[in-house]
C-alpha cells in the first residue's frame, strides 16, 4: 500500500482524470472573489479548482480546494472511509527517517536579497476586514536547538510587504515552544515555508499536531514531525525526499517543493484576521 503522488502536481493531475477539479479560465481578483469561491466550494463539497487567470498575476496559477473533501483526504491517504484508521494504527507501528538529498525542484528557481518580491505571488485576501492578504496553505518547517526535533505544520503567514510575513505564533503551537528555545539562547530563529507540498504533506502538517496540542502538549517537543509523512508512506522505498540548508550555523531542513523562503523572526503585533468561525479577530502579538 503505497503512497499514490509524488508532488502536487500529480495530484491535480489525477483529480483532472477523476473529474474532481476544475480549471477556471474566466478573471478572478485575488481580493474576495478566491475567497467567496471556496466558501460555496466548501458549502457544497465540490471539485478542486485550478485557477488560470488572475488578476494582476498573469504567469500564475493558483490551485485551492484540494483536500476539501473527506475523499479527496482518503484518496491522499491510500486509503478508505472504512479502513483509515486501520492503516493509521498499521502505519505508525513503524517510523523511518527521511531520505536526504543535495537538490530540490525548488531550487530551480532561487531569488535572494532585493530580488525577493512576495507580492508578484497570488496571495489571496480572504476576509472582508482582513489587514492584508494571508499565505493560509504554507508548511513552516523548523528545528528545535534542544532536542534537534523537526516541525512541520501548517501556520498562517500575513504577507505584510514585499519581504516580510508575520506568522501568528502562541501556545501551545510547537513552533511557540520551540521559539521559546531559540529566546532563551538569545538567538534568532530560522524558518523555511513550502508552498505547493504533496497532499500527504499537507495532511501531516496538521494531524499529529492539532491532536497534540490539544492534548499533550508537553509531548509536542520531543516529536519529529519528519517521521510521520514517513509512516504515511507505509513503504521505506518512498521517502520522502528532503533538502538539507545550513543557515546560522543551523541545519533546518525544507521538503523537495516548489517554493522554499526563509524567514529571521522578530516581534510585532498581529493583524485583524477572518477565523473559519465567521468571526473576526485581533490576535494580538
Not at 491517504?77 to 525542484?105: C, G, H, M, W
Request: with cysteine; aromatic share 8%; glycine share 6%.
Amino acid at each position: 500500500m503505497g503512497f499514490p503522488f509524488e508532488s502536487l502536481r500529480d495530484f491535480l493531475r489525477y483529480l483532472e482524470e477523476k473529474k474532481d477539479l476544475v480549471r477556471v479560465k474566466g478573471e478572478v481578483d485575488k481580493k474576495w472573489e478566491i475567497a467567496y469561491i471556496a466558501k460555496e466550494l466548501h458549502k457544497k463539497q465540490g471539485p478542486a479548482v485550478l485557477y488560470e487567470n488572475i488578476k494582476g498575476h498573469p504567469d500564475w496559477r493558483l490551485a485551492d480546494h484540494v483536500l476539501g473533501t473527506y475523499q479527496r483526504c482518503f484518496t491522499t491517504l491510500n486509503s478508505s472511509r472504512d479502513t483509515v484508521f486501520n492503516d493509521y494504527i498499521k502505519r505508525t507501528s513503524k517510523l523511518v527517517p527521511p531520505q536526504l538529498v543535495d537538490e530540490a525542484p525548488f531550487m530551480e528557481v532561487v531569488q535572494k536579497g532585493d530580488e525577493v518580491d512576495l507580492t508578484k505571488i497570488p496571495v489571496p485576501t480572504w476576509g472582508e476586514h482582513d489587514s492584508g492578504p494571508y499565505i493560509t496553505c504554507g508548511v513552516l518547517v523548523n528545528r528545535d536547538p534542544e532536542s534537534g526535533s523537526l516541525n512541520m505544520a501548517i501556520y498562517r503567514m500575513q504577507a505584510k510587504d514585499k519581504n516580510r510575513t508575520g506568522v501568528f505564533i502562541h501556545m501551545p503551537k510547537h513552533v511557540a515552544y520551540i521559539l521559546a528555545n531559540y529566546e532563551k539562547r538569545n538567538e534568532v530563529m530560522p524558518m523555511a515555508v513550502a508552498i505547493g507540498c504533496d497532499p500527504l504533506t499537507l495532511l501531516q502538517g496538521n494531524i499529529e499536531k492539532y491532536v497534540l496540542e490539544v492534548h499533550h502538549p508537553e509531548a509536542l517537543q520531543s516529536i519529529d514531525s519528519s517521521l510521520f509523512n514517513n509512516v504515511r508512506r507505509d513503504d521505506s522505498s518512498q521517502r520522502p525526499r528532503l533538502f538539507a540548508a545550513d543557515i546560522n550555523s543551523l541545519k533546518p531542513i525544507v521538503d523537495s517543493l516548489e517554493a522554499g523562503y526563509y524567514h529571521l523572526m522578530e516581534s510585532n503585533l498581529e493583524d485583524v484576521f477572518l477565523k473559519v468561525t465567521g468571526r473576526t479577530l485581533n490576535a494580538g502579538q
